[in-house]
């Protein structure tokens, strides 16, 4: 495996994706956590920070241990750090350098420039600059504004580069990571779907026995691909629990319930609904409806897995993202967001996670070669406490049936119109206004919705989807003559920064 030292760069995570598409296994540890002792480590590389490496603050490690043990990588702060602790300058550069450079001068015998050409188009994002190395490495890319673009050490396997090989705005990124991981790291490239399934089925096989799990689905990709990798692993010794909270989409639980049961799980499907329409009565704090939701959500699990016997382990599907140890370092919470969490204290069971170590893109390899439908695969996000986030204000039966009815024109408009899979993400949000309208001779007071639909790749940040105007004008057009109660429809234009995807 590959080791990336987390320097707290917002794009580590990109790393280790890229480095996984070159099927090759790594993790993302925090910059002082090395894992002495690995054997399977092959490769270490550096990641970029947000600080300056002559800074008070700035994140050091002390890397005598595997240098001229194992092949390095710096990359951005990782090649400043490598370059000043070597007795190399760092310095601010004259303005801020971001953006597209082209290499100029390339060493193309280089080990990691290997196949790359100069006139190669590279990102950059720093503040500083190397301006001086030590003799012990040499200039190996440069730019017409940044002479050490990339430099290695003569003696030992080390390497560092200014640019970042793993945005894909970098040409000569993917052909340098593989020079990378493949070439000097000596990579057998072998992680993909199929060989992460055996192996994990028959890591469940031994860590499971004949012990009883229990999981809860919630009818998204995580949970669904967890279940059916479970199911793979141990069959009947599986329960699923569905919850309905009440808030799911049109039709969802009776269409999901389908689909699972077709997959060949064992599911117990929940209505829950009216415990939750009872406790949510006259919320509007969005904070509150979450916590309500979330502890609602415990409490319907719990009291249906202590229906089963013997049950000693709880499924998840947490994926990487979620577990990969953040340096925090803004350290606030803007959303609490729903999970299971909280779960396993109050069961008393062990958890089971069986996805942890994976992207959300390499969930969905995993699912499709497991061989579930592709519209449960390729589903949008949908968050856990539902159209309850999407409701402004108070929550009532009425105004979820509303919501409801809005939300599926939305969402079958953009199938058929060929645009689900172009968006990240798609829904209705249910406004707190009324507004004056005209339907026939009749004057009109009803209610304005908004419709959502973003891009993005991981939900940190987003834009608004460019949806075409005709589609807008069918969808808007739709939902009036359609949806009773619904008198306008408005196209939500902001981007997160500074919005949220949700609107609450
Ligand atoms: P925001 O609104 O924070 O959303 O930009 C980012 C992503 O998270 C989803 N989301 C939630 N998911 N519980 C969840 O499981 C929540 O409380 C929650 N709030 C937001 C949201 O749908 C988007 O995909």
New binding site residues.
Partial sequence: KIIILDFGSQTTQLIGRRVRELNTYCEIVPYNKFPHGDESVIGVILSGSPFSVYDEKAFRTDLSSIWGRLPILGICYGAQFIAYTNGGKVEPAGSREYGRARLEYVDESDQLLRGIRPGSQVWMSHGDTITGISDKFEIIASTADVPVAAYRSKEEKVWGVQFHPEVYHSECGTQLLSNFVKGICGSKCDWNAASFIESTVAALKEQLGDDKVVLGLSGGVDSSVAAVLLNKAIGKNLTCIFVDHGMLRKDEFSDVMRDYEGLGLNVIGVDASAKFFKELAGVTDPEKK?KIIGKGFIDVFDEEAHKLTDVKWLGQGTIYPDCIESLSITGTT??S???VGGLPEKMNLRLCEPLRLLFKDEVRAVGRQLGMPEHLISRH?????GLA?RILGDITPEKVAVLQEADAIFIQGLRDHGLYDSVW?AGVILLPVQSVGVMGDERTYERAVALRAVTSTD?MTADWARLPYDFLAEVSNKIINKVKGVNRVTYDISS?PPS???WE
């Avoid at 996000?381 to 406490?385: E, T």
């Fill in positions: 979450r803007i959303k967001h729903h999970n996000p949908f968050p856990g406490p986030v993400q939900a997160k949220t995807i949700e």
